[in-house]
């Protein structure tokens, strides 16, 4: 049966970072950074365990005092250059995964992505027996509106040379992935070999809640936004 198989999140916390020094420890509103995640992992009413991996004593430590698991995750797979797939692997292996069972893939730099959130997402990755990836809308740069450049140097549209000259309103809806929440089942990672997309559903955020933490000025909007009246 589907519900009795492990609903497990992954926090992927490297030690270093380019934007901010330290960043996944970097206070914000009073707490670590990794704390927004790991809280709202906790208080989801899906998930089983709450895996932090991370190269970082600190981060590892951090992650132990908040609740989570750390997982401590080899120094060639912590490089600025290590991609996802790499470190889901290792987190399947060192966890002894089963096929069904089910990943949440939580970046700490989305200190926003509350409880409800995450719920919502795995309920829909169950009912429709998919992956889930939350996303938020493109807004005013739609790209059926974009150009590129051809082999002479000259604009093409990016779709059709008709289509940079649509009505935004007649676009069709488009969303990039916000970062936040990535829901799969461990058969389907293995057989794609990184985050799967085939049968995606997306899980629509608002922009707000999407906000990644990449600077410091995105740690003071971040910081506005926990304290502000409208978030709950």
Sequence with gaps: ??????????????????????????????????????TSAKASRY?????VSSDGDKILACASSLGAE??????D???DTTAMA????????????????????????SPLRRAEHIDAAIAMSRRNDST????VDVGDHHP????????????????DDDAPFSRRQDCPPCYYANGAIYVFRVLDFLRQGRIPLLHASPYPMSDQDSLDIDNN????????????????
Excluded: C, W
């Design 1 to 38: 049966m589907l519900n009795s198989n492990r609903i497990m999140a992954l926090i992927p916390a490297r030690a270093g970072s380019k934007g901010i020094a330290n960043k996944n420890l970097a206070m914000l509103a009073g707490h670590p950074l990794i704390y927004y995640s790991i």
């Design 77 to 79: 797979i912590s490089t």
């Design 70 to 75: 750390a997982l401590k995750r080899p120094a």
């Design 217 to 232: 000025e995105d740690l003071e909007a971040a910081e506005a936004r926990l304290k502000s009246d409208a978030f709950v």
């Design 47 to 51: 998930i089983d365990r709450v895996v």
């Design 86 to 109: 790499p470190v889901i692997q290792h987190f399947i292996d060192a966890s002894s995964l089963d096929d069904e069972d089910r990943i949440v893939l939580l970046q700490p730099t």
């Design 144 to 159: 059926y509106k974009a150009f590129r450049v051809d082999d002479k140097g000259r604009l093409r549209g990016l779709i």
């Design 132 to 135: 889930v990836i939350s996303v």
